[in-house]
Structures are given as C-alpha cells and as structure tokens.
C-alpha cells in the first residue's frame, strides 16, 4: 500500500526532515506516528501528499512511485488520500452539509450522488441532526466530526489524521478513536500523527516512532514510549 524505501528529505544544512526512511503499511492498516516535537512526522505525512519531494528514495502508494508524479497528477493521488487536522479547518460560512459536500464538488461530483452520499455520512458520524447548522454552532468534537465526514465521503484509501484529538477534552478524544476505529475496520489505511499518550496505548495498534528525522522503532500492538 505505502512503501518508503532509502527516502530522505534535508531542509538545510542544520535541518533535517527524514533520513534513509524504510517502511511498509499494508492496506487497511491503523499505525499511529509518534515521536518529539520537530522530530519528522509532519515531513513524512507531506511526503505521502507530495507536498514534498524527497532528495533521496522512493515512495510508493499501491506501487507506483510519487515521487515522479507530473504536477497534473498531484491532485489525482490526493483524491485517494483523506486528511483530518487538529484544528477542524472547515468553512465557517458553510453548513455541515455545505462543508462535507465541498469536499464533492471540487471533483466534479454529480449534485445527485452528494445528495444521496452526504446524508450517510453525517449519519456515520453521528451527527445527521447537525446538517444544517454552521461551524460556530457545534462544540468542538462536532466540529471534529464533520471534519472527519469531509475526508471519508469520497471513499479514500488512505487517511490521515495529523492530532486530530488535540483539541479534545478526553472522552470526546475517545469518542473520536471509536468512529475512526470503525472507518479503519471498513478497509480505510489510517495513519494517525499523535501525542495523545494514553490512547496510543489504550488502542494496542501498530506504533512507528520518528526521533531526529529516523525511523527509531516499528511495533505492532505498541505504545507510546515517550515521556512528553
């Protein structure tokens, strides 16, 4: 599904991003991101969405190397790939369903198949009730889950999930890692960048540490492993 093989990205002189990264995620795999501040988790979740490119290496998604995409193809990989951030980033003049259906729209979506889509989305999400209420509106892990509902409703193989609980009190932080427990048992490949602690070890899913831009520790059913 994703393979990084010998890739290295160098910002400068002092500043490294990611050395003589070697990984493989199987399709349908949860792993959780994990390491220090600044130690190279951003630049690796970049490197999948080719908005970075690597000086050294190769990176593959279902085979094909990104690294050699065509600007014209950029947009194509990243219709396969979901994104959540911590802070929401939905459109405050929007409605929920506004929001979620955007996400449609900008691929040239038929106005028949978001009618029908959005509604079991925001049904998924648990928040079909909210549909025509704007960001402000909503508390914080509703914001969460419509931002979640944005990146699924286009199918995508792949999601990833950049402290998508940061912001959370946590039983709303686990109530977030149950919808996205249940996204990764359809089939979705999740990729969770975190330093929520106690959920990484409450979960028991693979673990990949990044610490001064290596790859320092791969489990399966691992946790956390920092003090931070």
Do not use: C, W
């Not at 220090?36 to 999948?48: A, D, M, Q, R, V």
């Not at 951030?85 to 106005?111: C, R, S």
Request: hydrophobic fraction near 40%; avoid cysteine; charge should be negative.
């Amino acid at each position: 599904m994703i393979d990084f093989i010998n890739v290295s990205k160098i910002y400068g002189e002092n500043s490294i991003g990611l050395i003589g990264a070697n990984i493989h995620i199987n399709k349908g795999e949860f792993v959780f991101l994990v390491g220090p501040t600044g130690s190279g988790k951003s630049t690796f979740i970049k490197l999948i969405l080719r908005e970075l490119i690597p000086e050294e290496g190769a990176i593959l998604i279902n085979g094909k190397d990104i690294t050699t995409l065509s600007n014209r193809e950029v947009p194509l990989l990243r219709r396969e790939i979901g994104t959540v951030f911590q802070d929401y980033g939905l459109l405050p003049n929007k409605t929920v369903f506004e929001n979620v259906a955007f996400a449609m729209e900008v691929v040239h979506t038929a106005p028949r198949t978001i009618r029908r889509q959005v509604p079991q989305v925001l049904a998924l999400m648990g928040i079909q009730d909210k549909a025509n209420m704007f960001p402000h509106e909503l508390s914080g892990g509703q914001q969460q889950r419509v931002a979640i509902a944005r990146a699924i409703v286009n199918d995508p193989k792949i999601l990833i999930a950049d402290e998508p609980t940061g912001n959370l009190d946590p039983d709303t932080a686990r109530e977030i890692m149950v919808l996205l427990d249940r996204i990764n048992s359809k089939g979705t490949t999740i990729i969770m960048v975190t330093h929520a602690k106690d959920i990484v070890n409450e979960m028991h899913k693979r673990v990949v540490a990044i610490d001064g831009g290596r790859i320092v520790r791969d489990a399966m059913e691992g946790e956390y492993g920092y003090d931070d």
